[in-house]
């Protein structure tokens, strides 16, 4: 690592205002050329977003007499994910790593469903014996979450694909180290007790509760219908959750039970429930399982990627791991890029650390350690000491755990930063961004009140506070809140419901409300509860197929599928060229075809194998930037594609340029 400076940016802090800002001096002042920054992000509608803003600020500099220019130029800065940089040097450079540059991506979704394939028939039947077994020892069950009752015999599948997942984050492909350290772990938590109970005694016992218990003048019906139920368990088979259910029963029970010998000898023969030999074999049985599971699920996988020309990100981001150790690569990227800018640094995993850090490596260079750039209007102007690689996060937002996350990793190169800092100020500097610009005063203060306290024991307040520089010189009432009553998610569903619906039956408009959650379970079931308060909800939205949004993108598919397509050639160029109608369409397919005749005539009296003919329509400005990249869309998957097409082509701004356009029935 060399050369960074760490920003810390809380939401609303002006985190893309701040590193458009720097961008747009470094290249107007002309410290770096508009295509000399790789700029990394979240999505590639995050980059598409940056790229305009860079853009907008550039064209604010209009007493620079090449302002437009530079503001053009940066199409040719590399801005984009991780993995679409990664992609770029990987077919660039392929054959420094032995492998196909016509190897398809396979997204996580495929990868999960395979997964799910593979371990849907790996358990012998032993194993599906233990492990039944294992689950019910320890009554494994559902995720409250999941809205499911009893006990979840899949249990371990989820074990099996987060280590699976972590391996693949982390770019593992030997597991023993981690199955010996689990191992390990297991032996040291799980101790070498014997778990020695006797039923009879236990039997007894629960005789001399429901005696003592029938003369207790106060009943208490918990405490009977307890009474009862273990008195069910202990006639059969008992399991390690049942014994610990048992002896927390007894041990809560009031005073009047607690002089009773046969409790306190019952007591005695579970102290060391957890911690004994049985649970121990159990314990350990069971992670030797798991992970045999994960390397035989790794196996398949490998051989099903390479059977089918795959790629999945990981593989692509290792590749270019691979590929920053190559000195011809580092020539080439040294030699071509001068600044990294890696936004959402939080995210990253632990791979995506490693090629951040080999690029500040790689880039790193003393002549920009001196470089100040003011940042900001009046009283908000700051100054930012910039190096080559500006990394910015907030681990606040690190929520996701997208692909293998890893924020204390990237909480402890921040620190690592911070130390460095303070021995080498020249090479290494942090920044925070203490304001908030978003939000009104009474929310800052809210956000603060919450996140101070949560974030205690890993950030200094100072870390987490903003201030807030809106104010509310209006007295809005920007937040409200109200407790939302109920002990689960159905009762708190309905509180919620009963809140919203008071509101808006006090006279408050419908439009007005929007409920955010973490999944469309909750969204559905508060939809339902609505509904049955007479309340209007909006939970779907109806697409019209016949939109030429949707022409538009339909006839990019078809072109990554065919891009000789003549048709769909045409419906691009109808949609998005100004002037481009019917009449024009007609004309210019008939002066193709004499052009396409007369070249595929020539070809052919040449007998030539292989020629090159004519295209249609090859100087749209649409077709031509679709045509640069069209390797690049043919091993995309169908989600990732969608996203690539309508974020590299702009098609957000050609619907929106639309104007009274004949539509394409």
Known sequence: MNHVTYISAGAGSGKTFTLTSI????IIKEKAAPEQFILTTFTEAAAAEFK????????????????AEYAERLDQAMIGT????????????????????NLKMIDDEQKKFFVGQILSSIATQDETAFLKDFCEQFGIGFEWSENKFGLNYDFWKDDVKEIFEKAKSYNVKDLKASREKSLAFAKELSGFWTLNYDVELFRDLMEEIK???AGQSRKSATRTADIKKYSFILSKNLTIKDLAGFRSFIDGLPQAFQSSQLRQAALDSLNHLYTNTTVSELILKYINLIFDYVEKAQTAFEEYKDKQHLIDFTDMEAHFVELLDKKEVQDDIRNTYKYVFVDEFQDSSPIQVQIFDKLSEIVGSDECDDLIVPVGEGEDIRDFHTHNSIWVGDFKQAIYGFRGADTDLTKAVADIIA????????????????????????IVGFTNDVFVPAFADVLAKEQVELASHRGNPDKIQSLRCWKQNGTNSDGKTESLASQIAKRIKDGEDPSDYAVLARGNSELDKLSEKLKDLNIPVCRELAIDENRDELTLLSAFLNLVINDKDNY???????????????????????????????????????GESNPV??????????????????????VQTIHNLVESLIISLDLYSVGRSWRDVAGTD
């Open 568 to 606: 769909s050639r045409a419906l691009v160029a109808f949609l998005s060229e100004e002037g481009f109608d019917a009449g024009k369409v007609v004309d210019t397919k008939l002066e193709f075809n004499k052009v396409f005749k007369e070249a595929k005539e020539k070809t052919e009296a040449a």
């Open 419 to 442: 130390k460095k800092q303070a021995t080498n100020p020249k090479q290494f500097k942090i920044h925070s961004l203490e304001k908030s610009y978003r939000s009104l005063e009474d």
């Open 52 to 67: 305009e803003k860079a853009k907008a600020k550039i064209y604010e500099q209009k007493q620079t007499p090449r302002y």
């Open 82 to 101: 991780v993995d679409s940089i990664a992609y770029a040097f990987v077919q660039k450079y392929w054959y420094l790593l032995g492998i196909s540059p």
């Open 211 to 213: 005696s003592i218990d």
């Open 23 to 26: 961008l747009a001096d470094l």
């Open 613 to 634: 003919l004519p295209a249609y329509l090859v100087n749209n400005q649409l077709i031509k930037k679709f045509m640069e990249n069209i390797s690049f869309y043919k």
